[in-house]
């Protein structure tokens, strides 16, 4: 957001004809965000859950503009708005905060600034969502499943903006009082003022430390200060000690989910011209050849060659993964030609896959289920040598009966729960269910069961999730070794470390994993250690 550091606060109430606060555009920004700041200066701390904490404008009293509420405005203003609608349409219509925003950003016409506002607040309250709501629970008597959702929805934006947000409490307060007055009514309006006042009465870090006081043990303490629902807290603390890691980097990984993460993009083998992309503002990733960051608060759609296809967005973890899996060693044969993707849409991987196998002399086979996802793997492949690829719709598990053994290289990139990029998905934890593990496993285990069918003896097999749940990871293809005793795990490990750029092989070097094998490992990638969604890696290989 640009403007970061200023400081814009107005004196409360004043002069306002529309919105309270401060700011150019009525927004009562005082430039960019914080966590458990209000106001400027001040010293830094850490909180239990080690996160950076910003001391706001300390002891003195807060600032509440003269209005009364019914003297105040009525009418939204539009980077709330926006905000309030995705809000919405995300519980209502079970939309993606990640399309539905763009498309309220154009109605509502916001500029950068705006843009940058609206998006903070949407994706800060959506992630932010339990511990938003163990707040204002202890600031109304009632039940919050009592609370008219669009009411709950309005309070949310404006305990996000009084805890976590570079917003006076006044504007604040004025502002979301305003918006619901204008989307659900003047009664309300009176309702959302007397909570956020309750809310606006403490500073961040006494709401934290009352609802850790309330939380009944560690899990739930973590869960409701780091907004992760108890049991996907059990899953990473589980992930993190399944792949070899400690425990006690629970809270850092936690926290990396509720950090906004720099888009990534790849710049396709002998297509992307990384000097252009650079020019352009991007900076080269420390990890993985051809990967770059983009610039804060760009739109990488006007970054050189991404109109073409030749630059993509992409994360690192994934271009991580799929370089592993084309620079891996065959274990056997040198027949090199015959490489399969086979779930590929939306066709980030096999965009990088196809461009490596042209330059290879090699074919990409992308395979995906949904006809529509089929089409965005044909429209991200543009760019790439026609000859070097082709796009298949149909289920990936018929592949072991139609093509058995014919594959040399094969992307198995499954179908999983997506706990490992929670960072980009705000509202994904809300909708994820426990319930929703085992049936993903037993798709993921026949999946890689037909993959291995469809190698040839001495191919290899990537089996890749972007979730770092043991019962997708590990225990899928221990399941499978356990079945298939012609099969091996390979040092999955050594080729991530041989396809990462080698200044940082040491610190990227992930937690190994072995499984029924002196040699083989995986590889767990995970935010708040590499910076990447928590990509999950299994180089297997059979005779
Ligand atoms: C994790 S995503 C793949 C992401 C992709 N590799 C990329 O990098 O953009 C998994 C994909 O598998 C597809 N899928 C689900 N079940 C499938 C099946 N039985 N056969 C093939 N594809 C399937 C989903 O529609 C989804 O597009």
Redesign the pocket.
């Known amino acids: 957001m640009s403007g970061a550091g200023e400081n814009n606060e107005r004196r409360s109430g004043q002069g306002r004809g529309g919105n309270a606060g401060g700011g150019r555009d009525g927004q009562g920004r005082s430039g960019g965000t914080r966590r458990g700041s209000r106001g400027s200066g001040g010293s830094d701390r850490r909180d239990a859950a080690g996160r950076q904490r910003h001391r706001g404008q300390g002891d003195g009293p807060r600032q509440y503009g003269t209005l009364n509420p019914s003297e105040r405005a009525r009418t939204a203003d539009p980077s709330r708005a926006a905000a309030y609608e995705v809000l919405r349409a995300v519980q209502d219509d079970d939309a993606y905060a990640n399309l539905a925003l763009p498309a309220a950003i154009r109605r509502h016409g916001l500029d950068k600034r705006d843009a940058g506002f609206a998006t903070e607040l949407t994706y800060g309250a959506l992630r932010g969502l339990g511990r938003l709501d163990a707040v204002i629970a202890m600031c109304t008597d009632r039940k919050l499943k009592q609370i008219d959702p669009n009411v709950l929805d309005a309070l949310r934006l404006g305990t996000y903006q009084l805890l976590d947000m570079r917003v006076p409490a006044h504007a604040a307060l004025s502002a979301t009082v305003a918006l619901t007055r204008d989307k659900v009514g003047a009664g309300a309006g009176g309702f959302v003022n007397a909570v956020l006042r309750r809310v606006s009465e403490r500073e961040t870090e006494e709401w934290d430390a009352a609802i850790v006081d309330a939380a009944k043990d560690e899990t739930a303490r973590l869960s409701v200060l780091t907004s992760h629902p108890e049991w996907i807290v059990r899953a990473l603390r589980g992930a993190l000690t399944t792949h070899g890691r400690e425990a006690a980097e629970l809270p850092e990984l936690l926290e990396a989910d509720n950090a906004a993460p720099v888009v990534n993009l790849v710049a396709l083998p002998g297509l992307g011209d990384i000097e252009a992309l650079e020019e352009a503002g991007a900076v080269r990733s420390e990890l993985v050849p051809g990967a770059l960051l983009a610039e804060a608060g760009g739109d990488p759609a006007r970054l050189p060659g991404v109109d073409a296809g030749a630059a993509r967005v ?1 994360d690192a973890g ?1 271009q991580l993964v799929a370089r592993a899996l084309a620079g891996a060693e065959l274990p056997a044969g040198d027949r090199d030609v015959a490489w399969l ?10 965009a990088l896959l196809g461009a490596l196998a042209a330059e290879r002399g090699a074919h990409l086979e992308a ?4 006809q529509h ?1 089929a089409k965005l793997v044909v429209e991200g492949m543009r760019a790439v040598e026609q000859d070097a690829w082709h796009v298949e719709v ?4 018929r592949y072991g009966k139609e093509a058995p053994g014919f594959f040399d290289r094969i ?1 198995l ?4 729960s ?1 706990l490992g990029a929670l960072r980009r998905r705000p509202e994904a934890r809300w909708r994820k269910q426990p319930s929703d593990i085992p049936a993903l496993s037993a ?1 993921q285990e026949e ?1 890689l069961l037909a993959g291995l069918d469809a190698l040839r003896p001495g191919g290899v097999l990537a089996y890749v ?2 979730s770092p749940h043991p019962a997708e990871t590990l225990a899928v293809v221990e399941a499978v070794l356990h079945r298939r005793k012609d099969v091996r795990l390979l040092d999955t490990g050594a080729a991530v470390d041989s396809a990462a750029l080698p200044a940082t092989v040491a610190a990227t070097r992930p937690a190994d994993a072995t499984i029924g094998s002196d040699t083989g490992s995986s590889v767990q990638l995970f935010p708040h250690a590499h910076g990447t969604d928590a990509m999950f890696m299994a180089l297997l290989t059979r005779d």
């Open positions: 992409q994934s993707d086979m779930c590929a849409g939306p066709g980030g991987k096999a395979n995906e289920v949904a996802r149909g289920d990936g598990r992307m990139d499954a179908p999983c997506g798709l999946l999730t972007c």
